[in-house]
């Protein structure tokens, strides 16, 4: 009675989402310092007999492309001068493991000086944990530049242009406790992300709580899993929360009963609709045919039948061997049937990962709207041809034989309301004694759940790598992409999709002990249902690396 007792407290405090109020605050008050914090939480530790790697890279790319701007109507060929500066540090001791890599990036083009600019990238992470059983530190900070807009351009890149710089800083805070009994796990977190075009920003925190039986337990189980959320952005507000449990009986035989609690929100300035499911209770039965396989289903009746209606919940859990796992779930959510599938698999040579996960989100890139970036106006009782096409007619004496022809493109706009995504994806690497295959299939379904707008991403990246001689590696890639946009504007609907396809060879070579050079040929082709869309590029790389 005291673990159910402790459990159900557990979730009366998770619902009320005052966990770590306190770990919030200071967060909060740490905004806008991490990079400080980061640089001497390093230089303190680094002086105490910790092992650590400083490494600075000088590398030097001079590069060809024949449609340096991925333009459809005006190709434009540019030799492009590319300086990077990179460091690396790397920490690791008892109490501590960070990694931090630096780069800046100058560009300098031949077709237009004016286009030439400096890019600075970070990506790092600090774990600290001073005392063997007590709470851990986590401190993150990443600067990355991404397109504008991936319904624009999915494929601009830093030569291409027409991207933006994001930035992401994080801290937070995590207790773990591990023995025959319970397993424990509290923490609270708080993220600040910004952008260059203020597109995609928030700030806020999050909590979450997972308490389970240990193996240790022979009369009762449990599992009790919470999370909470607070962002903001720019006078908007995303609140959410969700509470799971299950409280059941050991039995000798194979089936356990059981009880189950369900309960999740989402609340907040962005939220137009009901997205609140209500509170659910349950019971029903584990089966546990075999060691280390769980079968839980469960019958669970709605507390408001206007918010939701009785449904049964089903999750497996089976691990067959040290290298396999296999767990799969479906569950009754506010928006309808929830799934979730999780398979992993590795053997000497091949490792399998498969993912299906579904996510409530909010102030993210991926809130797109059309608008029209130029007129064009074409000959009448002809067949549609761009090169045909004239940008103005002010000097034509016959203005009357051309028509208008919009040109639409789609750009990021405020993502201010909550998205359903659906996410799928199978991870595969075969490692051979020289060659590596790596192929990589996802699938993304975004819906927008105020409008039920849908956009739909699909990814496939096939690798093959040959480890020539020990200094010398080829490796030849392909990458398919096809990105679906259906956007609402005040007096325009649009439909679009657009294909990409990345054929990649490069080669590789070690000089010295620490200068290498790089060779890559690229060819990228976009085809769209609007065909004044389609491009083609073919780029040359040729880089040296110095290791210091």
């Given at each position: ?367 797109f709207e059309i608008f029209t970036e130029s007129v064009l106006f074409c000959p009448v009782n002809q067949p549609i041809d761009i ?43 075969l490692s051979l004694q020289r060659t590596t295959f790596s192929l990589t299939v996802s699938g993304n379904e975004r819906e927008d ?100």
């Amino acid at each position: 009675m005291k673990i159910l007792q402790l459990g159900l407290y557990l979730i009366k405090q998770s619902k009320r989402a005052r966990m770590y109020m306190a770990i919030t605050d200071m967060a909060m008050d740490a905004k806008g310092k991490i990079s400080i914090v980061l640089l001497s939480q390093l230089f303190h530790f680094s002086v105490h007999g910790a092992d650590s790697n400083f490494t600075p890279t000088i590398n030097i790319e001079e590069i060809f492309s024949d449609n340096v701007e991925l333009d459809s109507f005006e190709e434009q060929d540019s030799y492009v001068t590319r300086a990077n500066f990179g460091l690396s540090q790397t920490i690791s001791s008892k109490t501590i493991d960070a990694s931090i890599n630096g780069n800046y990036t100058h560009l300098f083009f031949s077709h237009d000086s004016s286009a030439n600019e400096g890019y600075e990238s970070l990506e790092s992470q600090i774990n600290i944990a001073p005392w063997h059983d007590g709470p851990a530190l986590n401190l993150q900070a990443n600067i990355t530049n991404v397109p504008r807009s991936t319904g624009g351009n999915f494929a601009s890149d830093l030569i291409s242009g027409d991207t933006v710089r994001t930035t992401n800083y994080g801290a937070g805070l995590n207790y773990q406790v591990q023995n025959n009994d319970f397993l424990l796990s509290i923490g609270g977190r708080y993220n600040d992300s910004r952008s260059s075009d203020n597109v995609g920003e928030s700030y806020g925190y999050s909590n979450s709580l997972s308490f389970q039986n240990g193996i240790g337990q022979k009369h009762l189980f449990w599992n009790i899993s919470s999370s909470y959320s607070d962002l903001k952005n720019r006078g908007e507000s995303a609140r959410s929360y969700q509470i799971q449990a299950r409280f059941g009986v050991i039995t000798s035989w194979q089936l356990n009963p059981f009880i189950r609690y369900f309960d999740e929100d989402f609340t907040g300035s962005v939220s137009t609709g009901n997205f609140n499911q209500g509170e659910s209770f349950g019971a029903g039965l584990r089966w546990q045919p075999i060691n280390l396989m769980t079968v839980d289903l469960s019958y669970n009746s709605a507390e408001d039948e206007e918010l939701s209606e009785d449904y049964i919940a089903f999750e497996f859990n089976w691990q067959p061997t040290t290298r396999t796992q296999i767990a799969a779930s479906y569950n009754q959510r506010f928006f309808g049937d929830s799934y979730g599938l999780n398979v992993n698999h590795r053997n000497k040579r091949l490792t399998n990962t498969i993912s299906y996960n579904e996510q409530i989100q909010a102030f993210q890139r991926d809130n797109f709207e059309i608008f029209t970036e130029s007129v064009l106006f074409c000959p009448v009782n002809q067949p549609i041809d761009i090169n045909n096409c004239l940008s103005d007619i002010n000097n034509e004496t016959q203005p009357e034989l051309f028509f208008e022809l919009p040109i639409f493109d789609i750009r990021p706009v405020e993502d201010s309301q909550f998205s359903l995504n659906k996410r799928l994806a199978w991870d595969s690497t075969l490692s051979l004694q020289r060659t590596t295959f790596s192929l990589t299939v996802s699938g993304n379904e975004r819906e927008d759940l105020n409008t039920g707008d849908a956009q739909d991403n699909i990814l496939v990246n096939l690798t093959a790598s040959r480890q020539l001689n020990s200094r010398s590696q080829l490796t030849a890639a392909y990458q398919f992409s096809r990105i679906d946009f259906f956007t609402r504007n005040v007096d325009v609907d649009s439909e679009r999709r657009d294909y990409y396809r990345t054929y990649n060879i490069s080669y590789s070579r070690t000089l010295g002990k620490s200068i290498s050079v790089n060779f890559n040929l690229r060819h990228l082709v976009r085809t769209s249902n609007t065909s004044i869309r389609d491009f083609d590029e073919n780029r040359a790389t040729l880089s040296i690396t110095k290791d210091f």
